[in-house]
């Protein structure tokens, strides 16, 4: 196997995208975040960001993406797993000695951190952190919606967004801050933040990661004791109809399978399953 390694998002997506793009929503973190990099290769930091495409002759077997600070993503296309971690890992090794951790296909993360951390790698721990199941949504189905309307957010909303945001994190991830995605500000900036409104605001969704086809849809969190009245559902429905209607085809959603409740929510909705994600924390 050749592991090619670029410092250009550019060239990685000249040679890792097209590959990566015959299952989209599956690649959309991957595939969003360089697209994001192509156009600021320092979007997420002063380091330099890194790509590289694992490719079997000229086939793609997998990918890997890492915008230091943050941690390692990694996309499975094809072939054994196991043999594919292993190389990462080495490659990766020599690379950089103490990388946070691992996102990415489940399979391939889940033998990457444990690789990662075998005895030869002196002192690291891989901390599983959550179990994630990354859905598709074409067309969102006739659901209820709740008293209230979608508003697109104005900087008038950054503290309440902030606030979300910080709620939303401690929700999924416990105190988990290393993702290249907890810039509340930025979505803002680019409208990409929606709130529902029941006379007052009640419930927050995001949408972010443009690929060529699709958006991914996060940050979804309503306050505890607004919980339980359909807000969310209402929120993310009428964002989904917003990416649809400008022209995406699809979107993108990314949940903790430790909440069954959100998960049952979100197909109810229209959200399809594609694949799972898994997610690690290296302790040093």
Not at 28 to 33: E, N
Not at 111 to 121: M, T, V
Not at 182 to 194: E, T
Not at 210 to 236: F, H, I, K, Q, W
């Amino acid at each position: 196997m050749n592991l090619q390694f670029f410092s250009s998002a550019v060239e990685f997506l000249s040679k890792a995208g097209k590959p990566l793009a015959r299952n989209e929503a599956k690649s959309g973190l991957i595939l969003g975040l360089a697209k994001i990099v192509a156009d600021d290769p320092h979007r997420y930091g002063s380091a330099d960001p890194w790509f590289c495409a694992a490719l079997d002759g000229n086939a793609l077997r997998a990918a890997a993406v890492r915008t230091p600070p943050y941690k390692v993503l990694l996309a499975h296309v094809s072939g054994d797993a196991a043999a594919i971690a292993g190389e990462l890992a080495e490659a990766i090794s020599k690379k950089e000695r103490i990388i946070p951790g691992v996102t990415g296909d489940k399979e391939l993360a889940e033998k990457f951190a444990a690789l990662w951390s075998e005895k030869q790698r002196v002192g690291i721990k891989a901390d599983f952190t959550v179990n994630q199941r990354i859905y598709k949504l074409t067309r969102v189905d006739d659901v209820p919606l709740s008293p209230g309307h979608l508003h697109r957010a104005t900087e008038a909303d950054l503290p309440l967004i902030k606030q979300w945001a910080d709620g939303f994190h401690k929700d999924t991830h416990g105190d988990e801050r290393n993702s290249p995605e907890n810039d509340a500000a930025f979505y803002l900036s680019k409208g990409w933040v929606y709130l529902w409104i029941d006379e007052k605001p009640v419930s927050m969704a995001m949408k972010s990661r443009p690929t060529e086809n699709g958006m991914a849809v996060g940050y979804v969190y309503t306050p505890a004791d607004l919980r339980g009245r359909g807000y969310a559902s209402s929120c993310v429905a009428g964002l989904c109809r917003d990416i649809l209607k400008s022209g995406y085809k699809f979107c993108t959603l990314y949940t903790n399978l430790a909440n069954p409740v959100s998960n049952a929510i979100y197909m109810k909705i229209g959200f399809k399953p594609v694949g799972d994600s898994i997610d690690f924390t290296f302790d040093v």
